[in-house]
């Protein structure tokens, strides 16, 4: 009795554990059919996100089920941002999309893991280049009449303001010329008053004698004489203006001279070199001050060549200066030279600065920021495929 039950136990234990096994066998496989239909959804529509792992193939074959279905659901997965499959040209709303040829037999995803931001259109890239300020206007004071200074106006630093006598040489001599002439010139002034009154008095003597010339009280011999005598004071009069004319017109060379005795500025600005002082004699052509305009400055900037094509005149620049901590410009590019230096590739770009306060002095280190418009997303190609991100 008791060997047949110990046997109906044996037989009910072996029952329950093949209802066990093939219970365990239908859940496997019903999970690994699950996860097979998740992998070729991924792969059709091409989901992938940047922050989760590449799907990976499940190798292990699916084995036929027995025994009782399992109603067990597979877990269920948190939503992903979509991925979308575009043809060349196409454009979409989502963060991240793959653009695929479809000339392709195959299509190939290529996730493109990172992908350096696109510029939208307005926006730009900006680039730092360098610089150095240089006056807006410059000019050396010299003078072709040399001699003894005798007014050297200013210092360096002094302002000086477009046409002010700023330099004098000693001109005595030249003075001293200006006198005579003008003596000259009184001296033929008087002369023709004189031979103004003769002409008169002559005028008036030939009209008396036509007169008694013609009543017969007088000889032909006598109105011929008085007609000589009037053309000899005409001559003289004639004479005596021509000396006039002669004297003014040496007075104004000698002032012309005087003129060269004397040197105006040729801009307005600020003394920026002196060479000379006063009282000692100046050689004809020598510098005396080199004087500059910093009421507005350029900064003369090198541009390699790989930026000078995206360079253009009107183009709005900030400057900042090392000396000038704090305080940025506005500046624009107003002039770009044809030609750039076969050592270093590099072209010259001027851009004009408002310096009302001349706190921008030339000479000073710039760093000048160029933001560079850019229109074109950025991109990256991997087997075929061109992977775009936007911001």
Do not use: W
């Not at 097979?36 to 992938?48: D, E, I, N, P, S």
């Not at 939503?79 to 299509?107: K, M, R, W, Y």
């Not at 004319?245 to 040729?266: C, G, H, M, W, Y």
Request: proline share 4%; no cysteine.
């Amino acid at each position: 009795m008791i060997k047949k039950n110990l046997i109906g136990i044996v037989i009910v234990l072996l029952f329950f554990a093949g209802f066990y096994g093939a219970y365990s066998l239908g859940k496997n496989s019903a999970s690994s059919s699950v996860d097979q239909r998740a992998a070729g959804q991924q792969l059709q529509q091409g989901v992938q996100t940047k922050n989760q792992p590449k799907l990976k193939e499940n190798r292990q074959p699916s084995q036929p089920s027995t025994g009782q279905q399992s109603d067990v659901q597979p877990q269920q997965k948190q939503p992903e941002t979509p991925t979308e499959i575009l043809p060349a040209g196409a454009e979409t709303n989502h963060s991240t999309f793959v653009q695929s040829d479809n000339a392709a037999s195959n299509i190939q995803l290529a996730i493109i893991e990172e992908v350096a931001p696109a510029v939208q259109q307005g926006s730009g890239e900006t680039q730092t280049f360098y610089g150095t300020v240089v006056p807006f206007a410059e000019a050396n004071v010299q003078s072709e009449q040399g001699g003894k200074i005798t007014l050297l106006k200013g210092k360096e630093g002094d302002a000086v303001k477009k046409g002010d006598v700023i330099v004098r040489f000693d001109d005595s001599n030249t003075q001293l010329e200006l006198q005579q002439a003008i003596s000259s010139k009184n001296s033929a002034l008087q002369k023709v008053q004189e031979a103004e009154s003769n002409f008169t008095t002559v005028q008036a003597n030939m009209q008396r004698y036509q007169k008694l010339f013609e009543d017969g009280f007088i000889a032909k011999q006598q109105l011929d004489e008085i007609s000589n005598e009037l053309e000899s004071a005409r001559s003289t009069l004639n004479s005596a203006r021509e000396s006039v004319t002669q004297a003014e017109a040496e007075i104004n060379l000698i002032k012309n001279t005087l003129s060269d005795f004397q040197v105006r500025a040729p801009i307005s600005g600020f003394i920026n070199t002196k060479n000379y002082n006063l009282q000692e004699v100046y050689k004809a052509s020598d510098v005396i001050y080199h004087l500059v305009n910093i009421d507005q400055v350029y900064i003369e900037i090198n541009i390699p060549e790989t930026y000078i094509a995206r360079i253009r005149e009107k183009m709005g620049v900030s400057v900042a200066f090392g000396a000038l901590e704090g305080r940025f410009f506005s500046a624009i590019i107003e002039t770009i030279l044809p030609s750039g230096t076969s050592d270093n590739r590099t072209f010259t770009v001027k851009a004009l600065v408002n310096n009302s306060d001349h706190a921008i002095k030339p000479g000073m280190f710039a760093r000048v920021n160029v933001v560079f418009d850019r229109t074109q997303p950025e991109f990256a190609v991997s087997n075929g495929t061109i992977a775009y991100k936007k911001p």
